[in-house]
């Protein structure tokens, strides 16, 4: 459904380890799903985005892993690093529409 | 390529008054969206449009909300009158279609 929710879940990594973000989605039917990154002050960023047709996809430091099964779907960032301190968001969306919806979001903070 | 550019970037008013913002999108892209984000929530749909036309504004409060796209280019959001309960962020985002959306920097909106 909409994301709900006051108070971000937070996921704390030490520099250069690796990082598992992952969010629950809600409709059975959404086929396209993407990832983003939002820098305080700032809008969100695009990531890396996957369909339904695959399970897994991978970019620069990034996999994003799609379990349909469960509607279940992950970000790993590979050796984190300071910059990737953020709040990550995923959003789903059905074909044939234009509306995307939002989790609630995880907060990454990196450790020195 | 230019992002999408929106303003004020902050704006404090008092309850009940009017308030509108202001948004353009990336040239060429037909899809325009508008957000709320409240504090620690992800981004909510508030409306979108297909060029100068309205795709989806369920989850427009229209008795206060009102927005438009006169020449399917630049859009304004507006608020009259007020509530404390929309202090958030407006974010504006465009696409070609239905894919990846591009976010600008947001209007943070505080309402005192």
């Known amino acids: 459904g909409e994301s709900v929710g006051l108070h971000l879940p937070t996921l704390s990594v030490q520099e250069g380890d690796n990082s598992i973000i992952n969010c629950a989605y809600s409709?059975?039917?959404?086929?396209?799903f993407i990832w983003y990154k939002q820098e305080s002050g700032k809008g969100p960023q695009f990531i890396i985005d996957i369909r339904s047709n695959m399970d897994k996809r991978q970019g620069q430091r990034v996999t994003v892993l799609l379990n349909k099964t469960v509607k279940h779907l992950s970000l790993q960032i590979a050796a984190t690093q300071p910059g990737d301190s953020a709040v990550y968001f995923c959003?789903?969306?059905?074909?044939?529409?234009?509306?995307?919806?939002f989790g609630t979001g995880t907060r990454l903070k990196v450790l020195a | 390529e230019a992002g999408v550019a929106q303003s004020p970037r902050y704006k404090i008013i008092e309850k009940r008054q009017s308030v509108a913002f202001w948004c353009n999108p990336i040239s060429g892209h037909a899809t325009l969206y508008w957000y709320q984000q409240i504090l620690g929530q992800g981004p909510k749909l508030l409306i979108q449009f297909q060029n100068n036309g309205v795709v989806d504004d369920s989850q427009l409060p229209k008795d206060r909300f009102s927005a438009e796209r006169l020449k399917g280019v630049d859009s304004t959001l507006k608020i009259q009158p007020a509530k404390l309960e929309d202090s958030a962020v407006y974010l504006c985002?465009?696409?070609?279609?239905?894919?990846?959306?591009?976010f600008g920097p947001g209007t943070r909106l505080t309402v005192t």
């Open positions: 409709n059975s039917a959404s086929d396209y």
């Open positions: 959003a789903e969306n059905t074909s044939g529409t234009y509306k995307y919806i």
């Open positions: 985002a465009s696409s070609l279609g239905q894919g990846r959306q591009y």
